[in-house]
């Protein structure tokens, strides 16, 4: 069990994961950020929202982020609509989505980036 705390500027973030290198190395978190890619073109406003969702949901609940039950829930806990948060699914699963996060990834890899989003994020 890895329990630590983050602390940014603005908040603290607990991390409670019980089984990190399964979360980190098996599981993984492609469909989620194939549907933060999906919602950063078409609802920007709730990349934020939607990513603390997700990281609290597999970093402080210790609970799932591949299934779309999983992101359902996530969206839900973000305030987003079950309509607005069904056409992100959607979209999530498309082309354009995955060759975006495709080159999103491989643009922070050049830039010797950690995280693909990194670069579509603004941190305080």
């Given at each position: 069990c890895v329990c630590v705390w983050?602390?940014?500027?603005?908040?603290?973030f607990p991390i409670n994961a019980q089984d990190a290198a399964n979360v980190l190395f098996k599981k993984g978190s492609l469909r989620a950020q194939r549907l933060l890619t999906a919602t950063q073109r078409d609802n920007p406003q709730l990349v934020e929202?939607?990513?603390?969702?997700?990281?609290?949901r597999i970093w402080h609940n210790d609970e799932d982020i591949t299934t779309e039950d999983s992101l359902t829930q996530a969206c839900a806990a973000a305030g987003i609509a079950p309509q607005t948060a069904a056409s992100l699914l959607q979209a999530s699963t498309e082309d354009w989505a995955k060759d975006t996060l495709k080159a999103t990834t491989q643009e922070a890899i050049d830039k010797g980036v950690g995280t693909p989003l990194a670069s579509n994020v603004s941190l305080r």
């Open positions: 983050l602390v940014s500027a603005d908040a603290v929202p939607l990513t603390r969702a997700l990281w609290m």
